[in-house]
Structures are given as structure tokens and as C-alpha cells.
């Protein structure tokens, strides 16, 4: 009998995780590696949400949910909204997701049809042109050539090229960290709407921002879908429980969606999410660690002959330029995880263009792994 496989399926593979599987197959053997390849909170989930998944569990009545979400959680979320931000959100234009990743197939199920055409910065998110790919979308990868983030101006220059359905950026971005300025967000949100360009605003790495307030593309206008989750500054990426606020003309279309695809998040990290919002003490600390690492990474990284190709403003990520050392940064980051045993993420993943000159370093890890992850590179390169 054999065996059919779609196209689908011919996706580019996410290399991060292949990098995850072969340090962890190193670990394995007994060696130690430092992990700086996958954009993951050491810190385990706020003491407050753990306490409150115990609580469920002991319960033991852990079930579905309506597609959309607790209520409850909702309701969270619109306060986290009015009291962050000072933007007043629905709870009914809120979508709890199993994690940020569902909700990206659920934006895209719910806003194109086969075929459209949709802008992404380039570097970018991997899985933003993979899912799209498999889906049969049109993915256009807006080059920056340096600029920092995506701008109106490269908006309007790719419609005018080819018209777009639509639009996806980050801010803070990931892989280099960079922030859109709140003026330039603006510019943005505004020049996509005056196109007819649906916007996506993936706003994951908000709270991990280190020289400017947080700033929502929804503060813009209604007709943004924002994208949100509680993994990177909340430490709940195992939980795999995010959220998405829609314009209230998609609510429904995303609702039948994920009724078929994913019935509804798991129940148990939505009671648990809940607490997150409470745990800013704790969480603050983590940040602060955060900063540090960062400060020490943007000092040595170019000592060791890693310029940095974008402004580390936000997230836990150091997006460097390796050709002073390859031209090949796949390669590169093979030997360095098989040589110095640390692991970090090829520029492939992020830009299939410029990518091969370009690694990205996570800094989410503790101060005694960054320093010694760059003590191993100090040595290995000499």
C-alpha cells in the first residue's frame, strides 16, 4: 500500500527545533550544553498559577470549555487591556487559544482564502510564512535591508509592486527584538487601512520591552487582530494558552473554526492563566534578569566579532552577523553546538534570503549560563 503526502507537508522544517532535538540528544549522552536556541522562559509559571492549576487538578473536573474561552479568562484579559494600555476591549472580542500558535491558523483560516496575498517582515517568525505556505497563501517577505522594523513606507511599496490582502508584524520582534516606535505603529495601522490591507499584530513579547512603554496596535483602530499569549513574559509556554482580541465581525468565523480544529484551550491552563496577571512582582524579577543578560550580550557578543543586526529592544533575542566567521550560518551552528556545546538558531529559520549570515541568540536562559555560554565562545573561537 502506499503512502500519499501533500504538499503541505514540504514545508520548511523550524530549525530552532531541530537545534532543541540535537542539544537535547547531547544532554542525553551525558554532555552539558547551554541552550540558547528556542525563545523559552527558564523560570517555571508564577508560583500563583501554579498553586491555581494544583487546585484544579485536586478538583479533578477538568473538561471542555466554549470554543472562545472561560468568560472568566476574557474578562481578565479586557482589564489587562484597559488597565495596561488604557484601551477598552470587550471580553466578547476576546478568543482564548491554545497558544499563540492556534491562533495564528485561526487568523489566517478566518481572514484569506487560498491564494491572497500577505506581507511579513523579513527576518521574521518561521512559522508565519509556514503555516501560511501550508495553507496556500501568498507570502511576500518584505526584505528590511537593515531598517529595524516594518514600516509604512515598505507597506505601501509592496502594494503598489502587488496588491496585499495582508499584513503581519511583531513589535517587540522576533527574532532581532526590535520595537515599532508608537508613532510609526500608527503610520502603519494607517496606511493599511487607507490600502484595504488587513492587519495582524503579533503582540507576544509585550511586557519584555526595556526602553519604552508597551504600545497596542489595537489603540489604532478596531479593524486590528491582535495575537497575544501568556508563554514568554508570563513563563507559560508549555501551558500553550494564549489569546487573540478580533473586530467583532470575526468573532464568529474564528468561533466555528476553532470548534472543529481544537474544541477549546485546555481548561486547566485557562483556570491557572487567570492568576497571571497578579504575578507582576515575580515576574518583574524574571525581566530584571532578562536586562542583564541583555546588557552583557550587547557588550560581548561584538567583542566576539557578533555585531548585532538590530537593536535588542524588547524580547529575549540577539539576532547577530556571523560572516566575520562563515558564510554559511547553518554549518556554523552545527559546529558550535557539537565544538563549544552551545546551541543557538541559524538566520535560515528567519530569512531565507539574508539568513545564512545571521545567527539568533535567546537570553531567556540564567546570568551563569549566558556568561558561560559566552566564556565557551571566547574559547572555541580562538
Given at each position: 500500500?502506499?503512502?500519499?503526502?501533500?504538499?503541505?507537508?514540504?514545508?520548511?522544517?523550524?530549525?530552532?527545533?531541530?537545534?532543541?532535538?540535537?542539544?537535547?540528544?547531547?544532554?542525553?549522552?551525558?554532555?552539558?550544553?547551554?541552550?540558547?536556541?528556542?525563545?523559552?522562559?527558564?523560570?517555571?509559571?508564577?508560583?500563583?498559577?501554579?498553586?491555581?492549576?494544583?487546585?484544579?487538578?485536586?478538583?479533578?473536573?477538568?473538561?471542555?470549555?466554549?470554543?472562545?474561552?472561560?468568560?472568566?479568562?476574557?474578562?481578565?484579559?479586557?482589564?489587562?487591556?484597559?488597565?495596561?494600555?488604557?484601551?477598552?476591549?470587550?471580553?466578547?472580542?476576546?478568543?482564548?487559544?491554545?497558544?499563540?500558535?492556534?491562533?495564528?491558523?485561526?487568523?489566517?483560516?478566518?481572514?484569506?482564502?487560498?491564494?491572497?496575498?500577505?506581507?511579513i517582515a523579513a527576518p521574521g517568525y518561521?512559522?508565519?510564512?509556514?503555516?501560511?505556505?501550508?495553507?496556500?497563501?501568498?507570502?511576500?517577505?518584505?526584505?528590511?535591508?537593515?531598517?529595524?522594523?516594518?514600516?509604512?513606507?515598505?507597506?505601501?511599496?509592496?502594494?503598489?509592486?502587488?496588491?496585499?490582502?495582508?499584513?503581519?508584524?511583531?513589535?517587540?520582534?522576533?527574532?532581532?527584538?526590535?520595537?515599532?516606535?508608537?508613532?510609526?505603529?500608527?503610520?502603519?495601522?494607517?496606511?493599511?487601512?487607507?490600502?484595504?490591507?488587513?492587519?495582524?499584530?503579533?503582540e507576544i513579547y509585550h511586557r519584555l520591552?526595556?526602553?519604552?512603554?508597551?504600545?497596542?496596535?489595537?489603540?489604532?483602530?478596531?479593524?486590528?487582530?491582535?495575537?497575544?499569549?501568556?508563554?514568554?513574559?508570563?513563563?507559560?509556554?508549555?501551558?500553550?494558552?494564549?489569546?487573540?482580541?478580533?473586530?467583532?465581525?470575526?468573532?464568529?468565523?474564528?468561533?466555528?473554526?476553532?470548534?472543529?480544529?481544537?474544541?477549546?484551550?485546555?481548561?486547566?491552563?485557562?483556570?491557572?492563566?487567570?492568576?497571571?496577571?497578579?504575578?507582576?512582582?515575580?515576574?518583574?524579577?524574571?525581566?530584571?534578569?532578562?536586562?542583564?543578560?541583555?546588557?552583557?550580550?550587547?557588550?560581548?557578543?561584538?567583542?566576539?566579532?557578533?555585531?548585532?543586526?538590530?537593536?535588542?529592544?524588547?524580547?529575549?533575542?540577539?539576532?547577530?552577523?556571523?560572516?566575520?566567521?562563515?558564510?554559511?550560518?547553518?554549518?556554523?551552528?552545527?559546529?558550535?553546538?557539537?565544538?563549544?556545546?552551545?546551541?543557538?538558531?541559524?538566520?535560515?529559520?528567519?530569512?531565507?534570503?539574508?539568513?545564512?549570515?545571521?545567527?539568533?541568540?535567546?537570553?531567556?536562559?540564567?546570568?551563569?549560563?549566558?556568561?558561560?555560554?559566552?566564556?565557551?565562545?571566547?574559547?572555541w573561537l580562538k
Amino acid at each position: 500500500m502506499s503512502v500519499s503526502s501533500s504538499r503541505r507537508g514540504q514545508v520548511e522544517p523550524f530549525h530552532a527545533m531541530d537545534v532543541l532535538a540535537g542539544a537535547n540528544r547531547l544532554i542525553a549522552q551525558g554532555i552539558d550544553v547551554i541552550s540558547m536556541a528556542v525563545g523559552q522562559p527558564s523560570d517555571p509559571a508564577p508560583a500563583a498559577v501554579r498553586r491555581a492549576a494544583a487546585e484544579a487538578l485536586e478538583r479533578g473536573r477538568i473538561g471542555y470549555t466554549d470554543a472562545l474561552g472561560l468568560m472568566s479568562l476574557r474578562e481578565a484579559i479586557a482589564r489587562h487591556y484597559a488597565e495596561h494600555y488604557g484601551v477598552e476591549v470587550s471580553p466578547a472580542r476576546i478568543a482564548v487559544t491554545t497558544g499563540s500558535s492556534a491562533a495564528f491558523n485561526l487568523a489566517f483560516l478566518a481572514m484569506f482564502d487560498a491564494g491572497d496575498r500577505v506581507a511579513i517582515a523579513a527576518p521574521g517568525y518561521p512559522a508565519y510564512r509556514n503555516i501560511m505556505a501550508a495553507l496556500g497563501i501568498d507570502v511576500l517577505e518584505i526584505e528590511l535591508d537593515g531598517a529595524p522594523y516594518l514600516d509604512a513606507g515598505h507597506l505601501r511599496a509592496a502594494h503598489a509592486r502587488k496588491p496585499l490582502k495582508g499584513v503581519l508584524f511583531a513589535s517587540p520582534a522576533n527574532p532581532t527584538g526590535a520595537v515599532i516606535p508608537a508613532r510609526e505603529l500608527a503610520e502603519l495601522v494607517s496606511a493599511a487601512r487607507e490600502l484595504g490591507i488587513t492587519v495582524i499584530s503579533d503582540e507576544i513579547y509585550h511586557r519584555l520591552a526595556y526602553g519604552a512603554p508597551d504600545t497596542t496596535a489595537l489603540a489604532y483602530g478596531d479593524e486590528v487582530t491582535v495575537i497575544n499569549s501568556f508563554s514568554k513574559y508570563y513563563c507559560m509556554t508549555g501551558w500553550r494558552i494564549g489569546w487573540m482580541v478580533l473586530p467583532q465581525e470575526l468573532v464568529r468565523p474564528v468561533e466555528r473554526i476553532a470548534q472543529s480544529l481544537y474544541i477549546s484551550a485546555p481548561e486547566l491552563s485557562q483556570i491557572a492563566a487567570m492568576e497571571a496577571f497578579s504575578a507582576t512582582v515575580e515576574l518583574e524579577a524574571v525581566k530584571a534578569r532578562y536586562a542583564q543578560n541583555r546588557e552583557l550580550l550587547m557588550q560581548r557578543l561584538p567583542e566576539l566579532g557578533f555585531p548585532l543586526g538590530a537593536p535588542m529592544d524588547g524580547a529575549f533575542y540577539a539576532f547577530c552577523d556571523v560572516s566575520r566567521h562563515t558564510n554559511d550560518s547553518m554549518e556554523f551552528a552545527g559546529r558550535m553546538l557539537a565544538e563549544a556545546h552551545v546551541a543557538a538558531t541559524p538566520g535560515r529559520d528567519f530569512d531565507p534570503v539574508q539568513g545564512h549570515r545571521f545567527i539568533r541568540f535567546s537570553y531567556a536562559g540564567s546570568n551563569s549560563d549566558i556568561a558561560e555560554a559566552l566564556a565557551r565562545l571566547e574559547r572555541w573561537l580562538k
